[in-house]
């Protein structure tokens, strides 16, 4: 049969693109790249090194430089519980991003008038300032604010702001960071979802056996990628926390921030000890989502 | 019981679209059987395709699939299946997965889903790809998959969305082989979007011409070609020759003179236009027998000429093979067979020749 | 309240030492300790600074709070930020207050420039314009009993309070504000024990 033959032929994958042109060109393209390169590392790595630096003790403002982990334990339990406390608000706020912004991005891709609505309120957060979203979520959630008001329930308001679970802060984050996810879901889903979701139905998937084999593994690159970005995010900001937040315990950056402006100027160290512990922790957080991403097919 | 496929009248317009995309249109298939429906660009096969799978909801008419009216079944239940003109298999799923994505969803175990997807690749002739990455198989490949996966459903019906076009000759043909394989083994219901006539012929037992939404003749494949409902299905099957005259007693008179029609079938009387397949008059050199012509013009159609000849007044049309060495403005004679012959209701206004090259492409 | 419970600010040094702390703050931890059930939220937490307590206050969640300013009541008071009822409250025991004070850094390269910016905004009219609640509500640093005619004249036209009793009133029985090196022990001690004690 000569279709057989035909076939047999055509069973080879396609050659690649030609190795010494594509070498070539990404050597050209790394080339082009290298300024912007240059300037972040040196912005970023020279102030990632003074900054441990000065959490040794190599850099103090008085006194001679002596290398010492004195800064690392002068708060050593508030230092844990500050880690404890920031990863639980930036995962807790993360998760809740995710689901909400996961949940946005479906509806945006309704295309209806409530997806252009959805769309819209989402591009309309993205430029608030954190700070702004922080005061305006006090605004509305603390206990003399306006929905307590709007229900009268000013003695039985829970303690949303600088309560016990941070739930403002939680809110504030998963508000922000879910416009965030929401976009950049919609961005990815956009091109080709209907096509394979019309694909999926005629293959006899419902909607929640769409959403679940075909839908979410889709968006699953963009949601790891977006989660990540504001998980770091939330971990590593401080002005929502200390607006909305509570004195003690403290989050890691607000930690940092006040003994940066601490009146003892010998507490900079220690400033910067948990500015260097909240950077290892966010590139933890980036390297476990660089192996989750690699186990993704899709992302090859 | 399988009684197949039953459209009732289906109409369905777009917004900010003129042109109904359907209008009153009535199809009966046959289980088992395959239908083509050829149409050129815009005149809503794909409307036609998606709205018998449910993904486009009709204004009025229905679809009903042995005998229930599928009306309130959502597309997930229809027991259809779609195969459209880009593969999209699964980015996120390997080649197996794909395939055994119908069982999966069913909540088939995994390793029953997957034996059963390995046969369905065996039966594409894409055995042990199942490990693959989707991106690295080629078009053709992929499509085939998509075929695979498809059928790995068990539809009743298979809607085919212009599966093949994308694919490059060869390809196609041995495409056609496998379908002809897969309805031998599986025997499926079929509706095939086409605009390719030769492939419709190739894989169809049922031809569906559509224009502008309506449905203008539902035959079988050799009766489009010689019995034509209308000229414009002549037209749209590439028919060329349209030879004005008035029918009387199964005899046509023209300007060439009296042609007996075909006797097994009735004839209606009065002005109707003769229509002849260029491929079936028959060209002879100017000492034979058979009406004179003056040839205008000679078209190469790689083995074949199409031959542009003038016949009292009458503009024609033949392919020719390439060896009686004809040149523009020689004498031939011409014969035209009585069992090819067929007429349409009604005069025709002539068409300007001389005639542009009949292909679907040019008309799209 | 460190004052207080050490019997008056007498028995207080004003200049930090450890030994004092040491002697001092537990009578102090402990008055706190025992406030707690008293406090917003029972003392779980506390405002973060003397903005959200004054936040707090105008929001109705606290019954009182704490300023250096008490001539800015006046106007906080009139457009409606504070409660109308809201009072100053003068202990027996006296209060803390302070002045603002300009100084002249010693590495200053300008100082016959800053000396007169100094003596312009310790004139009379500066000083008074100050105090003027519609202004900024601050009280003067000048000893009235020192004031020109012209001046004593520019600080009685200042409208009085409802809210904020006269100067005199307030300033009974002051107590002097400690050095600068008990902040960071008091506070480092009450985070520990009071704040983080939770």
Redesign the interface.
């Given at each position: 049969m000569p279709a057989a033959e035909v076939l047999t032929a055509r069973t080879r994958p396609r050659p690649r693109t030609a190795a010494g042109h594509g070498t070539k060109a990404r050597v050209q393209g790394l080339l082009l790249a290298v300024p912007a390169v240059l300037l972040v590392a040196f912005v970023v790595v020279g102030g990632s090194a003074m900054v441990a630096a000065q959490s040794l003790g190599l850099m103090p403002l008085v006194g001679r430089p002596e290398l010492s982990t004195a800064a690392y334990t002068a708060h050593g339990g508030d230092l844990l519980v500050g880690v404890g406390l920031s990863l639980a608000i930036a995962g807790a706020s993360t998760v809740l991003a995710c689901l909400i912004g996961f949940a946005a991005a479906l509806i945006m891709m309704q295309g209806r008038w409530c997806g252009k609505l959805v769309a819209a309120m989402s591009s309309l957060s993205i430029p608030v300032p954190h700070i702004v979203g922080a005061a305006t979520a006090g605004l509305l959630l603390a206990d003399s604010g306006l929905l307590a008001r709007v229900f009268g329930a000013a003695e039985r308001w829970p303690d949303v702001v600088g309560g016990q679970w941070w739930l403002a802060v939680i809110f504030e984050y998963a508000w922000k960071e879910s416009a965030f996810v929401g976009l950049v879901v919609a961005g990815t889903l956009a091109t080709r979802s209907v096509d394979y979701e019309e694909t999926a139905a005629l293959l006899g998937a419902g909607r929640l056996g769409r959403l679940r084999h075909v839908l979410l593994p889709l968006s699953l690159p963009a949601l790891i990628i977006s989660g990540t970005i504001a998980f770091i995010y939330s971990f590593g900001s401080y002005e929502v926390a200390w607006l909305l937040g509570r004195p003690y315990p403290e989050p890691l950056p607000v930690m940092a921030l006040r003994l940066y402006n601490s009146v003892t100027l010998t507490a900079r160290p220690e400033a910067a000890a948990v500015a260097v512990v909240t950077a290892v922790v966010s590139l933890g957080a980036a390297l476990v989502a660089l192996a989750c991403l690699r186990k993704i097919p899709l992302w090859r | 019981m399988r009684q197949g496929l039953d459209l009732q009248g289906l109409s369905k317009s777009f917004k900010g679209s003129p042109v109904p995309a359907l209008e009153e249109f009535s199809l009966s298939l046959a289980p088992g059987s395959c239908t083509a429906v050829l149409g050129p660009s815009g005149s809503g096969k794909s409307t036609l395709l998606r709205t018998v799978a449910g993904l486009e909801i009709p204004d009025r008419g229905s679809v009903l699939l042995d005998g229930q009216d599928l009306a309130a079944v959502r597309p997930e239940r229809r027991g259809m299946a779609m195969v459209f003109q880009r593969p999209l298999l699964f980015p996120h799923l390997n080649v197996l997965d794909n395939v055994a994505f119908a069982a999966t969803i069913r909540g088939v175990p995994r390793r029953r889903a997957r034996a059963d997807a390995e046969a369905f690749l065996d039966l594409v002739q894409m055995e042990g790809t199942g490990k693959r990455v989707v991106s690295d198989l080629s078009g053709g490949q992929q499509q085939r998959v998509a075929i695979a996966r498809g059928l790995a459903a068990r539809p009743e019906v298979l809607l085919l969305d212009e599966p093949f076009s994308a694919l490059d000759p060869e390809l196609r043909s041995a495409m056609h082989e496998l379908l002809a394989q897969v309805r031998e083994k599986l025997n499926p219901t079929i509706l095939m979007v086409t605009h390719d006539r030769d492939e419709a012929a190739a894989v169809a037992d049922h031809l569906a011409v559509i224009s502008e939404g309506k449905l203008l003749q539902h035959s079988t494949v050799q009766e489009m070609y010689t019995r034509p409902a209308s000229l414009q299905v002549s037209r749209l099957m590439g028919g060329t020759n349209e030879i004005p005259g008035t029918v009387r007693d199964g005899v046509h008179y023209s300007a060439l003179g009296a042609h007996a029609l075909p006797g097994n079938h009735q004839w209606p009387e009065g002005p109707a236009t003769m229509v002849i397949r260029q491929e079936r008059i028959i060209l002879l050199d100017e000492h034979s027998p058979g009406l004179p012509a003056v040839v205008t013009g000679i078209r190469n159609r790689g083995p074949r000429k199409l031959v542009t000849m003038e016949a009292a007044g009458v503009n024609l049309h033949a392919e020719a093979t390439a060896s009686p060495a004809l040149a523009t403005g020689d004498a031939v004679r011409i014969q035209l067979p009585t069992p090819e012959l067929a007429v349409v209701g009604g005069t025709s206004e002539h068409r300007s020749a001389p005639l542009t090259s009949p292909d679907w492409k040019v008309l799209a | 309240m460190l004052y207080s419970v050490s019997g008056g600010y007498a028995k207080v040094p004003l200049a930090f030492d450890q030994d004092a702390f040491d002697r001092l703050s537990p009578a102090l931890l402990n008055e706190l300790e025992d406030l707690k059930p008293s406090l917003w939220?029972q003392g779980?937490?506390?405002?973060?600074s003397s903005g959200e307590l004054d936040a707090?206050y105008a929001?109705?969640?606290v019954d009182s709070t704490m300023t250096y300013g008490p001539a800015t009541l006046t106007k906080l008071v009139a457009d409606g930020t504070y409660p109308a009822t809201t009072k100053v409250l003068t202990l027996d025991e006296g209060t803390v207050g302070n002045a603002s004070f300009l100084a002249i850094p010693s590495t200053s390269g300008q100082r016959s420039g800053a000396m007169v910016v100094a003596n312009i905004a310790l004139s009379e009219e500066q000083q008074a314009t100050k105090a003027d609640p519609r202004i900024w509500g601050q009280f003067p640093v000048l000893d009235s009993d020192a004031l020109s005619p012209e001046g004593r004249a520019l600080f009685e036209q200042l409208p009085t309070s409802p809210v904020v009793p006269g100067y005199e009133v307030l300033s009974k029985n002051a107590n002097p504000e400690l050095a600068?090196e008990w902040?960071?022990a008091l506070d480092e001690a009450w985070?520990r024990q009071i704040?983080?004690g939770?």
């Amino acid at each position: 049969m000569p279709a057989a033959e035909v076939l047999t032929a055509r069973t080879r994958p396609r050659p690649r693109t030609a190795a010494g042109h594509g070498t070539k060109a990404r050597v050209q393209g790394l080339l082009l790249a290298v300024p912007a390169v240059l300037l972040v590392a040196f912005v970023v790595v020279g102030g990632s090194a003074m900054v441990a630096a000065q959490s040794l003790g190599l850099m103090p403002l008085v006194g001679r430089p002596e290398l010492s982990t004195a800064a690392y334990t002068a708060h050593g339990g508030d230092l844990l519980v500050g880690v404890g406390l920031s990863l639980a608000i930036a995962g807790a706020s993360t998760v809740l991003a995710c689901l909400i912004g996961f949940a946005a991005a479906l509806i945006m891709m309704q295309g209806r008038w409530c997806g252009k609505l959805v769309a819209a309120m989402s591009s309309l957060s993205i430029p608030v300032p954190h700070i702004v979203g922080a005061a305006t979520a006090g605004l509305l959630l603390a206990d003399s604010g306006l929905l307590a008001r709007v229900f009268g329930a000013a003695e039985r308001w829970p303690d949303v702001v600088g309560g016990q679970w941070w739930l403002a802060v939680i809110f504030e984050y998963a508000w922000k960071e879910s416009a965030f996810v929401g976009l950049v879901v919609a961005g990815t889903l956009a091109t080709r979802s209907v096509d394979y979701e019309e694909t999926a139905a005629l293959l006899g998937a419902g909607r929640l056996g769409r959403l679940r084999h075909v839908l979410l593994p889709l968006s699953l690159p963009a949601l790891i990628i977006s989660g990540t970005i504001a998980f770091i995010y939330s971990f590593g900001s401080y002005e929502v926390a200390w607006l909305l937040g509570r004195p003690y315990p403290e989050p890691l950056p607000v930690m940092a921030l006040r003994l940066y402006n601490s009146v003892t100027l010998t507490a900079r160290p220690e400033a910067a000890a948990v500015a260097v512990v909240t950077a290892v922790v966010s590139l933890g957080a980036a390297l476990v989502a660089l192996a989750c991403l690699r186990k993704i097919p899709l992302w090859r | 019981m399988r009684q197949g496929l039953d459209l009732q009248g289906l109409s369905k317009s777009f917004k900010g679209s003129p042109v109904p995309a359907l209008e009153e249109f009535s199809l009966s298939l046959a289980p088992g059987s395959c239908t083509a429906v050829l149409g050129p660009s815009g005149s809503g096969k794909s409307t036609l395709l998606r709205t018998v799978a449910g993904l486009e909801i009709p204004d009025r008419g229905s679809v009903l699939l042995d005998g229930q009216d599928l009306a309130a079944v959502r597309p997930e239940r229809r027991g259809m299946a779609m195969v459209f003109q880009r593969p999209l298999l699964f980015p996120h799923l390997n080649v197996l997965d794909n395939v055994a994505f119908a069982a999966t969803i069913r909540g088939v175990p995994r390793r029953r889903a997957r034996a059963d997807a390995e046969a369905f690749l065996d039966l594409v002739q894409m055995e042990g790809t199942g490990k693959r990455v989707v991106s690295d198989l080629s078009g053709g490949q992929q499509q085939r998959v998509a075929i695979a996966r498809g059928l790995a459903a068990r539809p009743e019906v298979l809607l085919l969305d212009e599966p093949f076009s994308a694919l490059d000759p060869e390809l196609r043909s041995a495409m056609h082989e496998l379908l002809a394989q897969v309805r031998e083994k599986l025997n499926p219901t079929i509706l095939m979007v086409t605009h390719d006539r030769d492939e419709a012929a190739a894989v169809a037992d049922h031809l569906a011409v559509i224009s502008e939404g309506k449905l203008l003749q539902h035959s079988t494949v050799q009766e489009m070609y010689t019995r034509p409902a209308s000229l414009q299905v002549s037209r749209l099957m590439g028919g060329t020759n349209e030879i004005p005259g008035t029918v009387r007693d199964g005899v046509h008179y023209s300007a060439l003179g009296a042609h007996a029609l075909p006797g097994n079938h009735q004839w209606p009387e009065g002005p109707a236009t003769m229509v002849i397949r260029q491929e079936r008059i028959i060209l002879l050199d100017e000492h034979s027998p058979g009406l004179p012509a003056v040839v205008t013009g000679i078209r190469n159609r790689g083995p074949r000429k199409l031959v542009t000849m003038e016949a009292a007044g009458v503009n024609l049309h033949a392919e020719a093979t390439a060896s009686p060495a004809l040149a523009t403005g020689d004498a031939v004679r011409i014969q035209l067979p009585t069992p090819e012959l067929a007429v349409v209701g009604g005069t025709s206004e002539h068409r300007s020749a001389p005639l542009t090259s009949p292909d679907w492409k040019v008309l799209a | 309240m460190l004052y207080s419970v050490s019997g008056g600010y007498a028995k207080v040094p004003l200049a930090f030492d450890q030994d004092a702390f040491d002697r001092l703050s537990p009578a102090l931890l402990n008055e706190l300790e025992d406030l707690k059930p008293s406090l917003w939220r029972q003392g779980s937490t506390y405002p973060k600074s003397s903005g959200e307590l004054d936040a707090l206050y105008a929001g109705g969640q606290v019954d009182s709070t704490m300023t250096y300013g008490p001539a800015t009541l006046t106007k906080l008071v009139a457009d409606g930020t504070y409660p109308a009822t809201t009072k100053v409250l003068t202990l027996d025991e006296g209060t803390v207050g302070n002045a603002s004070f300009l100084a002249i850094p010693s590495t200053s390269g300008q100082r016959s420039g800053a000396m007169v910016v100094a003596n312009i905004a310790l004139s009379e009219e500066q000083q008074a314009t100050k105090a003027d609640p519609r202004i900024w509500g601050q009280f003067p640093v000048l000893d009235s009993d020192a004031l020109s005619p012209e001046g004593r004249a520019l600080f009685e036209q200042l409208p009085t309070s409802p809210v904020v009793p006269g100067y005199e009133v307030l300033s009974k029985n002051a107590n002097p504000e400690l050095a600068a090196e008990w902040v960071p022990a008091l506070d480092e001690a009450w985070r520990r024990q009071i704040l983080a004690g939770g």
